[in-house]
């Protein structure tokens, strides 16, 4: 009982930092726009890898992930995840209808790009302010790939150990267009137990 109320007080936290983060994202990625765009975390599991296939459409759904290695007190990763669909209604949400299209061009995939830094960035932000632990993201990387191909490559040791993984449902709109996605952050297996005592 003790176990189950410890994990159900992490979650409660880590719904709070979502919140928290996507507000922060959805005042950047409005400035960057020069309107109103709105972020929402409906809600965060602490989960296996595995399950993030059960909300992507399976290992052989083609996906787009924004990719940030993380560094500081914390190693791992931290990845935004749309479905292709997904990606082109958020392409069309930043840039337009002309760029939301079968193949991704220069400019859709630096906008996506940039989504990830926001996103990323604010996440991590709330994350380290809440735990006190210095948490830095490099630049990110847009990769376009199967979902299973794409996890099993960046994230093979957290796979093989068997590690949980913070998963929160991300959902952007602004008046005229919604898409959804998920933010997967992955601190390395050496790396997990420090997040969540520092959570809980």
Known sequence: MAVEATQAQRLERLQSIADRGAMTAARGLSLLLDRQVAIKAPSVSIAPVEAVYDQIGGPEAEVVGIYLLVGGDVGGHIMLMFPIAAAREMVGLLVGE???????????????????????????????????????????????????????????EIMSQGKDIFIIDAAFFDQDRATSGLILITPDPRSIDTLLASLG
Do not use: K
């Not at 996103?119 to 380290?128: E, I, K, Q, R």
């Not at 979902?147 to 099993?152: F, I, P, V």
């Open 98 to 156: 002309e760029h939301r299209q079968t193949e991704f061009d220069e400019l859709s995939l630096s906008a996506l790009g940039e989504v990830g830094n926001i996103v990323g960035s604010a996440f991590l932000n709330h994350l380290g302010d809440y735990t006190g632990l210095t948490l830095q993201p490099s630049p990110p990387l847009v990769v376009v790939e199967m979902a299973g191909a794409l996890l099993d490559t960046l994230l093979t």
